[in-house]
């Protein structure tokens, strides 16, 4: 994604409008980015990645620890932290359950090393 002119980020995942322009480059900001905190990210390189998101126009970005078993919401306010059993992003039908999330983590990492 380029979140400013020479600036780009690649979120594991992001969920982008089925209207917005296609290409190898994502230059409109996305309805939801996600990240997933490997070993060596500190939420302070999160805070950084949110700021560079928001600053694009993504309204949603989602954090996940596999580790610690949380998720964070990240905005203009900062990190905050969310328990629910289901994450729902407004306005459309992505609807994620947090226990499935984290068993595809497990599984990936089993699988991976």
Known sequence: MQVRPTRFRVPDVCVVA???PAGDVVTTAPALCIE???PDDTLLDMHDRVEDYMAMGVQN???FDPVGRRIW???EQGLR???APHLVLAGSAVRLSV???????DELTRTNG
């Open 18 to 20: 089925a209207t917005d």
């Open 36 to 38: 997933v905190l490997s």
């Open 61 to 63: 970005v989602w954090i």
């Open 73 to 75: 919401s990240g905005s």
């Open 81 to 83: 932290r969310i328990d």
């Open 99 to 105: 226990a499935e999330i984290f068993a595809e983590l």
